[in-house]
T-cell receptor, first 112, second 115 residues
């Protein structure tokens, strides 16, 4: 069975702080894909990144970076110098040979 | 706007009534997905189409739920004899042809409230 665990339900940080959102996954598939989505207060899920199981290179995109470690089945997401506009619910998701499975999300509040 | 669109955005209905939602995917996307999201949870997969063929259905999709995509473009999701437990946000997503792991692009959702 596929499972995604986002242990942090809510996180609050002060603007300009760095914050890391944790994601741990379970799968028996050898080929799988991991995703992060952002859901701002407006409700529409916004795609952030996709990573396949054979590519453990970390990725950086502006203030966002992702750390994929197969050894610990984790795909963590770091926002550097957080801004109020980063306030949203962030979902980690997994796709193997089954439909996309989402975690329960982490609600991030960035306080000015 | 070339994103995924959904209609209506909000629907309030009485228990026992039927409701139908519509999703228009991004035009070049041949895959279309329906999800349900309840408060404090991530989206849960309901069903998936490739063109007009419904290829997969979740156990969550009871007999009261039916989805169609008759011409391989827009899709409808109908819930018959609604129950209070059906109250949720219903999300539609679409993705490009090719690999099933392509990223999915989501619409704004239809929020259903069953009284």
């Amino acid at each position: 069975a596929q499972k995604v665990t986002q242990a942090q339900t809510e996180i609050s940080v002060v603007e300009k702080e760095d914050v890391t959102l944790d994601c741990v996954y379970e799968t028996r598939d050898t080929t799988y894909y991991l995703f992060w989505y952002k859901q701002p207060p407006s409700g529409e899920l916004v795609f952030l990144i996709r990573r396949n199981s054979f590519d453990e290179q970390n990725e950086i995109s502006g203030r966002y970076s992702w750390n994929f470690q197969k050894s610990t089945s984790s795909f963590n997401f770091t926002i550097t110098a957080s801004q109020v506009v980063d306030s949203a619910v962030y979902f980690c998701a997994l796709k193997g040979n089954t439909p996309l499975v989402f975690g329960k999300g982490t609600r991030l509040s960035v306080i000015a | 706007d070339t994103g995924v669109s959904q209609d209506p955005r909000h629907k309030i209905t009485k228990r026992g009534q039927n409701v139908t939602f519509r999703c228009d995917p991004i035009s070049e996307h041949n895959r279309l997905y329906w999800y349900r999201q309840t408060l404090g949870q991530g989206p849960e997969f309901l069903t998936y189409f490739q063109n007009e063929a419904q290829l997969e259905k979740s156990r969550l999709l009871s007999d009261r739920f039916s989805a169609e995509r008759p011409k391989g473009s827009f899709s409808t999701l109908e819930i018959q004899r609604t129950e209070q437990g059906d109250s949720a946000m219903y999300l539609c997503a679409s993705s490009l042809p090719g690999a099933s792991n392509n990223e999915q692009f989501f619409g704004p959702g239809t929020r259903l409230t069953v009284l």
